[in-house]
């Protein structure tokens, strides 16, 4: 189960995906939302509190924290 406080939720520069930072399992890592398939797909997974993503102009995601 994948939760999210909504706070830091950012769309890609093309508007196909969604970036957040989440919990499951009680550690904050980035995920991200394909906005036309529904899928999630987890980006981070280290024992670190991952949050803010953010994309580059060219598409890129980022990390800032």
Do not use: C, W
Request: charge should be negative.
């Amino acid at each position: 189960n994948l939760s999210s406080d909504g706070k830091r939720a950012v769309m890609s520069p093309n508007g196909k995906l969604l970036a957040l930072s989440g919990m499951a399992g009680g550690i904050s890592d980035i995920y991200t939302l394909d906005l036309a398939s529904d899928q999630v797909h987890q980006l981070t997974n280290d024992r670190y509190a991952d949050e803010m993503p953010a994309f580059s102009p060219d598409g890129a995601l980022r990390r800032t924290r």
